[in-house]
T-cell receptor
Framework: DAKTTQPNSMESNEEEPVHLPCNHSTISGTDYIHWYRQLPSQGPEYVIHGLTSNVNNRMASLAIAEDRKSSTLILHRATLRDAAVYYCILRDDGGTSYDKVIFGPGTSLSVIP | KAGVTQTPRYLIKTRGQQVTLSCSPISGHRSVSWYQQTPGQGLQFLFEYFSETQRNKGNFPGRFSGRQFSNSRSEMNVSTLELGDSALYLC?????????????FGQGTRLTVV
């Protein structure tokens, strides 16, 4: 079954770039890689997603390894509002497995002023 | 535009009872998915509905069920509650079903089973 692993926690200085890694060595060809973040007492918030190519949006960039077995979420300039738990998620619409949506354990990001 | 609304926000139930949670998606969104979040297991996918049909289902026992109405509102039901069902239940909506869509989450319903 597909599985994702993430570091439990990371720290960054404010206005510095942050690279949040995710390993998904058992990813299938039809799995999309999604990133969401969650602030305390709130539901998760969409950050970015991709399939094979690197992706950029106003919030972040997603770098996907050529073999797709890992990916990195990049926050270009961390702010205090970026302090949250970041989840790496695999989503698959193919096949018949029940494991359609696999959440990583999440990385708790602390931003130091 | 109103966000995803989940009701109730908090709920306390007794073991063996059943519970129904409600989710109103963002207007125009036809896909609704449900998730369970616990300190031990983290976030887990329950099921996804699109146009009143269940499209995907996570690995949960049959005590967990759901449905979607013609106005896209969704309910999930848990029968014969167990202590381990205590969790934050999250609902998310999106315009499309499946992997390529951005999902918008509600604030969740905190269920406590005693």
């Amino acid at each position: 079954d597909a599985k994702t692993t993430q570091p439990n926690s990371m720290e960054s200085n404010e206005e510095e770039p942050v690279h949040l890694p995710c390993n998904h060595s058992t990813i299938s060809g039809t799995d999309y890689i999604h990133w969401y973040r969650q602030l305390p007492s709130q539901g998760p918030e969409y950050v970015i997603h991709g399939l094979t190519s690197n992706v950029n949006n106003r919030m972040a960039s997603l770098a996907i390894a050529e073999d797709r077995k890992s990916s990195t979420l990049i926050l270009h300039r961390a702010t205090l509002r970026d302090a949250a738990v970041y989840y790496c998620i695999l989503r698959d619409d193919g096949g018949t497995s029940y494991d359609k949506v696999i959440f990583g354990p999440g990385t708790s990001l602390s931003v130091i002023p | 535009k109103a966000g995803v609304t989940q009701t109730p926000r908090y709920l306390i139930k007794t073991r063996g009872q059943q519970v129904t949670l409600s989710c109103s998606p963002i207007s125009g969104h036809r896909s609704v998915s449900w998730y369970q979040q616990t300190p031990g297991q983290g976030l887990q996918f329950l099921f996804e509905y699109f146009s009143e049909t269940q499209r995907n289902k996570g690995n949960f026992p049959g005590r967990f069920s759901g449905r979607q109405f013609s106005n896209s509102r969704s309910e999930m039901n848990v029968s014969t509650l167990e202590l381990g069902d205590s969790a934050l239940y999250l609902c998310a909506s999106s315009t499309l079903q499946g992997s390529g869509a951005e999902a918008f989450f509600g604030q969740g319903t905190r269920l406590t089973v005693v």
